[in-house]
């Protein structure tokens, strides 16, 4: 939490330094509205404004009097995100873009559009940061070969998604300026699946996710929420006591300690029985199904043997593998299997009553995957 929320303590005068209003937490909202001698509703308003309306001035919240708009604005910015690109995939169903911090850190975002599909609602899915860089080193993830800069806060991680509902707003907007339909909600599902590892920024994810969850804020129910992690056995522990229940997944992509440690370095902490241990506590404990993700890299642990070992190893817990053709990135030497030797391993789990999903990909030629920021369809999540 950078600002302090007192009226003698206000921050720094606006401009490009001053901090973010999504960098105070709710209560220190009200201590700052109530300072400034307003009723405790302006500061409820004010919330709705930041975290509904998704808006990026004071001057847009005409719910609120000109005056504290306009204190408001002296303190504080609202947006922290600074665009620096945006690219589009081709057939429009993807797009990624690249956002400056106000301390020079670049993060990345992407935004994947599904249309209607058989019976299923037409939906907006976003991908979002929790670190600039990422620690981990796992070494077929472009994020991971860049080394670790920052923790993002809890604003940082949100204005992510306010900004992808800003551009939802936008595009319903033209859509139904030409007849459209809009859709059911701007952004309904987000996945914690871009740079970083969420559960080693534990306290600003958690606190991300209850403003997402807040039905007085982004309205995003834990059920259409996804955290991806290495496998942090104690952070998922953690994980399975919070008042929310969000989708877990989990990044095994081996089924052996000695394949997993060639490419996840965290495996010689966390080897996998000691991860295994975890989401069965994490499953007994929330009733809910884990997700394995698993990315396939071509030739090293891909063959039919890894995966009966893999079939062996998930037999009888409650979980779903997601089998993910790696994104080839700039420095890694891995490749896609087929999509013969692809099947092949999911007939194999298929074998020990595992079922599995092959991971359609969205913008591809955009580079959403980037190794990092790639699309999931996340079907079961929809
Ligand atoms: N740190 C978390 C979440 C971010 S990575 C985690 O590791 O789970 C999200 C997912 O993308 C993880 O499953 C990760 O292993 C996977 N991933 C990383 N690089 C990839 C690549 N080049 N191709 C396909 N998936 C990749
Ligand atoms: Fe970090 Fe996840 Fe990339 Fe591994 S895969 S380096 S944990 S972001």
């Known amino acids: 939490m950078t600002a302090k929320a007192s009226p003698n303590a206000l921050p720094r005068p ?15 909202i009200e201590r700052l509205v109530a300072g400034m001698g307003e009723p405790a509703f302006r500061s409820r308003q004010l919330w709705r404004s930041l975290y509904k309306d998704a808006a990026r001035s004071f001057d847009e919240m005409t719910t609120l009097a000109r005056s504290l708009r306009s204190s408001l604005a002296e303190s504080f910015t609202i947006d922290p995100l600074t665009t620096v690109m945006s690219l589009d995939s081709k057939d429009g169903s993807t797009t990624k873009a690249l956002f400056r911090l106000p301390d020079g850190e670049l993060i990345e975002t992407v935004l994947m559009r599904y249309e209607r599909d058989g019976h299923r609602r037409p939906r907006r899915t976003v991908c979002i940061s929790t670190q600039a860089g990422c620690a981990l080193g796992c070494t077929f993830c472009a994020t991971g070969q860049q080394g670790f800069s920052r923790q993002l806060s809890a604003g940082e991680i949100i204005a992510q998604v306010l900004h992808a509902v800003r551009v939802a707003r936008a595009e319903d907007a033209i859509s139904s300026r030409s007849g459209g339909v809009p859709w059911p909600v ?66 095994l992509h081996a089924p052996d300690d000695e394949t997993r440690s060639q490419t996840m370095p965290v495996n010689r902490r966390y080897p996998i029985a000691s991860l295994l241990d975890a989401c069965k506590t994490y499953v ?24 009966h070992k893999l079939g062996r190893l998930l037999k009888g817990i409650l979980c779903h593998v997601n089998l993910i053709p790696v994104n080839p990135t700039a420095h890694g030497p891995y490749r896609r299997p087929g999509t013969r030797r692809t099947a092949a391993f999911r007939s194999a789990l298929q074998g020990y009553g595992v079922p599995s999903t092959v991971r359609m990909e969205k913008g591809i030629d955009i580079n959403a995957g980037c190794g990092q920021l790639r699309a999931r369809a996340v079907n079961q999540h929809g």
């Open 14 to 28: 606006s401009g490009p330094g001053a901090p973010s209003i999504l960098d105070l937490s709710n209560d220190e």
């Open 186 to 251: 701007p952004v309904s599902n987000v996945v914690f699946m871009g740079m970083g590892e969420p559960l080693a920024n534990y306290d600003n994810t958690i606190e991300a996710i209850r403003r997402l969850n807040d039905p007085q804020g982004t309205g995003i129910g834990a059920r259409r929420v996804t955290v991806s992690t290495v496998g942090l056995p104690p952070q998922i522990i953690r994980l399975a006591a919070e008042p929310f229940q969000v989708n877990l997944a989990v990044s």
């Open 284 to 307: 007994a404990r929330t009733n809910r199904r884990v997700f394995f993700e698993y990315v396939l890299l071509d030739g090293q642990n891909d063959a039919p043997e890894q995966a």
